[in-house]
């Protein structure tokens, strides 16, 4: 059931993808429609009878995943006046199409769409002889926004921390340097809740430089990156601490010299070094 085109579609970007739907499958065939749509926009799920039959007094449930409440409709009464039970993570955001009914249209919009959104939805006419099943997957993509990067001070050198939150579908993050070099890095941290990803990614420094974290979501084609500028400690302070080092061991051997010729008198007696030296 699915378009063959949609290998290349899926590489367009986020704005084409929002307008991918296929034709609905029925009980008997369980091919879903995919809905791509980007987070924050608006989505149609589309769910209409092929026979274009009134379904004005009839009765239609949206669930989502098997069991959430997205809408109800039955001859009239539906989840934005009568019913109870929409599941929260719908109240005030889905509405149908009241003057598409007619035509056996029970598509619904989902407003505000977000990551959490996505799943496997079902609409069904439970009382029509036969009883009728749509299957719709959406999908919510979630854009990157820039990353926020951070440059810590550790014991072996500097730390440099690039943190991405709220994303969909897992991005691919990493830093690299004004060469494009990519840093080697710590396993990043990944955590997912309801979809949407995030993810930390540390490298360790050790030269100074002008750092880039990169982040690539192949999927939906984006990429996004941010730059920081970082000077290991270990590099500066070193040299400070070797150059006093170094002039206390000269100052030292200075000492040592006048000492061995007998001039460490002088430090006590003014100008009696002098005399010896005359
Ligand atoms: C969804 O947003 C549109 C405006 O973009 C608004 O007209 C409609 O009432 C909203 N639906 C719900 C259920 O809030
Ligand atoms: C059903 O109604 C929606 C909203 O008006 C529309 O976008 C969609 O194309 C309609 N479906 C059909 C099969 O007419
Ligand atoms: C949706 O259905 C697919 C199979 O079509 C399954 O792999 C996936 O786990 C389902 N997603 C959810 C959230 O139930
Ligand atoms: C980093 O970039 C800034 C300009 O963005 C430049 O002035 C600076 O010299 C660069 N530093 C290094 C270490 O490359």
Redesign the pocket.
């Given at each position: 059931m699915f378009h063959p085109q949609r290998k290349t579609m899926d590489l367009l970007p986020l704005v084409c993808l929002c307008l991918l739907t296929w034709s609905a499958g029925t009980a008997a065939d369980h091919s879903p429609v995919v809905v791509k749509v980007e987070q924050g926009s608006y989505v149609?799920l589309?769910c209409?009878l092929s026979t274009q039959q009134s379904i004005t007094f009839e009765h239609f449930e949206w669930k989502k995943d098997g069991q959430k409440d997205v809408f109800f409709y039955d001859g009239g009464k539906h989840s934005n006046n009568d019913h109870k039970g929409q599941d929260e993570q719908f109240k005030c955001r889905v509405s149908h199409?009241e003057?598409?009914l007619k035509?056996g249209?029970a598509?619904i919009?989902i407003n505000n769409t977000k990551i959490s959104d996505s799943g496997n939805y079902t609409c069904d006419f439970p009382d029509l002889q036969p009883r009728q099943t749509f299957y719709i997957k959406l999908v919510v993509f979630g854009a990157a926004a820039k990353p926020s990067v951070r440059v810590v001070k550790t014991d072996d050198g500097v730390q440099l921390q690039c943190e991405v939150e709220g994303v969909s579908p897992q991005p691919k993050v990493e830093w690299k340097d004004s060469a494009g070099n990519i840093l080697p890095a710590k396993e990043p941290q990944v955590t997912e809740r309801g979809g949407s990803y995030n993810v930390i990614l540390q490298a360790t420094v050790t030269k100074a430089d002008n750092f880039t974290c990169v982040v690539t979501q192949n999927d939906i084609n984006h990429q996004i990156s941010a730059e920081t500028v970082a000077a290991p400690l270990n590099e500066s302070t070193g040299w400070i601490v070797g150059a006093v080092f170094i002039t206390l061991i000269v100052v030292g051997v200075i000492l040592a010299v006048l000492v061995w010729k007998g001039c460490i008198k002088l430090n006590f007696k003014k100008g009696s070094c002098q005399q010896s030296t005359l």
């Open positions: 149609i589309p209409s199409f003057d598409q035509n249209n598509s919009k």
